[in-house]
Each structure stands twice: as structure tokens, then as C-alpha cells.
């Protein structure tokens, strides 16, 4: 199953696909007027997912809708994992040893501030004069469907509510000058998410999805999820200890090898390009640079 958000009619309205994605229906049609994707996600049943196939019986024409981010405002600061992926270390390390060197025997956790998520074919603000090395980063994202608090790894996978696709855009110079991370990731913009959210039952198996990022059509980035450092189950289980994690909570699991900053010369981002982070079984998010 997947969820959507998409303005129809300049209304922003979710909608729902049970054929993984080829026609798609509205919720309010078949009889769930959620205000938006946080609340469905806090108060849909599976009884009611069950429920869904047997109402769906209008879709709606594709020219009627134009998707948005799943959850175009995040209720909470969306929480990232840094440095998730072996190459990725060695290319970060090497383009900046202060920032991204030294031993992590703990994962990495950081924050990123969105007051509003760019969704397909979106626009990510360049901030010339402000960033000079704005780069990429494909990263499989979790949502969670109800609240977590001290859940144990055997546990976390219950938690999920599904799976998107985040493009963790990074200003490096503003990341490396405050060592914290946290302004280099934050500007308006910066975490495009989408197509949809998949439900776990449509998905399969997190941990072993191809993941990649192309600009302007090269292929930047091209990994597995498999080579993941930390684990979905274990971030959700580390991160809920003694700290609840809200419905609708996304934690992005970090991006592989082959940002702008890992390429030599480094090769970072600009106004009009193009940027297309794939996942297996989840689609494409394409963002433009402006």
C-alpha cells in the first residue's frame, strides 16, 4: 500500500494506491477525511487499511493531482543518521578530516529543521552567497506509526508505519564551519521527501534495497541499503531509549558513497540542475536546483 499527499484542485489531499502506485484514490472518497498525513498516519487502523480495497472503487485521473512531499510538514525535526555507510566515511573523512574523521564506535545521530518538505519536481533553493558547496544525499527514510519509547530491537520493526525516500541536501561549508551539522542541514528546502510512503507489507525488506542519485542524468550515487552500518531496527530501538518518539516521526538512515564532496575535484550542486534519488520499491524523487 502506499500513501500520498497531492494538490488536487489547489486542496491538499491524501491519497491512497493498493496497486503499488498506478491508480490512486482519495481517502476522503472512501470515507477517511483525515486534515493530513500526520494525523493518518496517528489514527489509521489496520482494520481500516484492510478495509480500503473494498471502497476503491473511483480513482483519480492523473492530470487532476500534482504529488506533494507524503508529509509536507514534518511535526517534529526529521532525525538523520551521519556517516552510515563504510565508503561513505572514507569520502567524508577525506574531504574534511575535522569535520568527518576520528573513530565512531556510536552512531551518529543529528537533526534537521523543516517548516516545509519539497516533494516531486520541487524546488531546492541554491543560497548563492550564502553556500558555495551544496550537495546530495540519497537516503532511505523511516516513518513511524505510533509512539516509541524504549523498544527493544525485536520490537522496532512494529513501529514502522513505512518507508520514503529523503534527499538530505547539505550546505558543506556551513556543516564543517559549525562542526554540529545541524545549520548546514536546515535551510529552507533542504530535506525534499517523497514520492509516497510504502507500507512495510509492499516493501520487503529494508535492509536490502538499491539506493542511488544522479544529476543531470549522471549516476552519482549506487549502493545497497544491505551495506548500512546501523540497522533500521537498531536506530529506532537506540533513539527510544528514555526519548519518545512521536507518530509520524521520520528518521532518514543515512546516504552511501558518491556525494559531491567524496568526487575529486568535489563536484557540488548548482542552479539548474537536476537531482533524482532512486530506491527500489519505492520510485524516484527529482528535485531542481534554482
Known amino acids: 500500500m502506499r500513501f500520498y499527499t497531492a494538490l488536487c484542485q489547489q486542496q491538499e489531499e491524501l491519497l491512497v494506491s493498493l496497486d503499488g502506485g498506478k491508480t490512486l484514490y482519495l481517502m476522503k472518497d472512501l470515507g477517511h477525511d483525515y486534515q493530513d498525513m500526520n494525523q493518518l498516519i496517528a489514527s489509521i487502523t489496520k482494520q481500516e487499511m484492510d478495509d480500503l ?5 473511483f480513482a483519480v485521473p492523473a492530470e487532476e493531482y500534482r504529488l506533494l512531499a507524503p508529509i509536507p510538514r514534518p511535526r517534529q525535526d526529521v532525525i538523520c543518521l551521519g556517516i552510515n555507510y563504510d565508503e561513505h566515511a572514507v569520502e567524508a573523512d577525506r574531504f574534511s578530516p575535522d569535520a568527518f574523521g576520528g573513530q565512531r564506535p556510536y552512531t551518529i545521530y543529528f537533526s534537521k529543521r523543516v517548516s516545509y518538505s519539497p516533494g516531486p ?21 523511516v516513518i513511524l506509526g505510533r509512539d516509541a519509547l524504549n523498544v527493544s530491537r525485536e520490537e522496532a520493526l512494529d513501529y514502522v508505519f513505512g518507508y520514503t525516500i529523503v534527499n538530505d541536501i547539505s550546505a558543506r561549508n556551513l556543516q564543517t564551519r559549525h562542526k554540529q551539522w545541524y545549520l548546514g542541514k536546515s535551510l529552507d528546502g533542504f530535506t525534499p521527501t517523497g514520492p509516497c510512503i510504502v507500507t512495510p507489507d509492499e516493501l520487503g525488506d529494508c535492509h536490502n534495497l538499491a539506493i542511488s542519485c544522479s544529476v543531470n542524468d549522471e549516476k552519482r550515487q549506487d549502493s545497497n541499503t544491505r551495506y548500512m552500518i546501523q540497522t533500521v531496527e537498531g536506530a529506532i530501538s537506540e533513539l527510544s531509549q528514555g526519548m519518545t518518539l512521536q507518530a509520524g516521526t521520520i528518521i532518514a538512515t543515512g546516504t552511501p558513497a558518491g556525494v559531491g564532496m567524496g568526487m575529486t575535484p568535489p563536484c557540488f550542486l ?16 527529482t528535485n531542481y536546483i534554482v
Open 121 to 141: 519536481e520541487g524546488e531546492v533553493p541554491a543560497y548563492e552567497g550564502l553556500v558555495d558547496s551544496l550537495d546530495y544525499e540519497a537516503e532511505l527514510a
Open 270 to 285: 548548482k542552479a539548474g540542475d537536476k537531482v533524482t534519488c532512486r530506491i527500489e520499491k519505492i520510485g524516484s524523487l
Open 53 to 57: 480495497a473494498i471502497k476503491a472503487i
